[in-house]
């Protein structure tokens, strides 16, 4: 007779950087080559057992990156105890987005927001621009959590939300 804890958690980031693909993974363990690009936003949910105990369903709010939907993104960030900030790691202009989005959610999100920071597309490693250790540095300062993932691969994806359910308050 465990404990459910339900959060709502919100993707964030510039288009293509793969949000809709990381949600995928995660409540479907399947991935797209063609995926197409989100229109307004998408809601899936998806639960994760930390023990015999303790269950925490997310209500996630997968987010559209292009710039005509920027004006959308409060009503889905408002109320969210938690955010992924995701990022390219091939793309550096998507960090710098990235960067914004955090500052966004610093000024008007609930302030007890739990923000994860996410490189996405570690499988691209060849055409890596943005240097591990720089996101790193920038999260920890900004006092994010961070992983860098690949919803190609699987690659840290469960680990990312495992993290995020983990620093939520249950109690
Ligand atoms: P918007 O909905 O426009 O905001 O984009 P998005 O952030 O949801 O990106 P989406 O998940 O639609 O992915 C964009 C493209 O990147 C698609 O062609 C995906 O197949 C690809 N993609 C997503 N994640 C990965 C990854 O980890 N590795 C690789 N190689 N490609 C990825
Ligand atoms: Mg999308």
């Known amino acids: 007779q465990g404990k459910t804890y339900q959060f709502k958690?919100?993707?964030?980031?510039?288009?293509?950087?793969?949000?809709?693909?990381?949600?995928?993974?995660?409540?479907?363990?399947?991935?797209?080559?063609?995926?197409?690009?989100?229109?307004?936003?998408?809601?899936?949910?998806?639960?994760?057992?930390?023990?015999?105990?303790?269950?925490?369903?997310?209500?996630?709010?997968?987010?559209?990156?292009?710039e005509r939907y920027k004006s959308l993104a409060p009503m889905y960030y408002r109320g969210a105890s938690c955010a992924v900030v995701v990022y390219d790691i091939t793309q550096t202009s998507s960090l710098d987005k990235a960067k914004s989005w955090v500052d966004e959610l610093h000024r008007q999100a609930d302030p007890d927001i739990v923000i994860a920071l996410c490189g996405n597309k570690t499988d691209l490693e060849a055409r890596r621009a943005i240097d591990t250790k720089a996101a790193q540095e920038y999260a920890d300062e900004a006092?994010?959590?961070?992983?860098?993932?690949?919803?190609?691969?699987?690659?840290?994806?469960?680990?990312?939300?495992?993290?995020?359910?983990?620093?939520?308050?249950?109690e």
Do not use: C
């Open 9 to 66: 958690l919100v993707l964030l980031g510039e288009s293509a950087v793969g949000k809709s693909s990381l949600v995928t993974r995660f409540v479907k363990d399947h991935f797209d080559e063609y995926r197409e690009s989100t229109i307004g936003a998408a809601f899936l949910a998806q639960t994760i057992t930390l023990d015999d105990s303790t269950t925490v369903k997310f209500e996630i709010w997968d987010t559209a990156g292009q």
């Open 143 to 170: 006092g994010l959590l961070f992983f860098e993932t690949s919803a190609k691969t699987a690659h840290n994806v469960n680990e990312l939300f495992t993290a995020i359910a983990k620093r939520m308050p249950l």
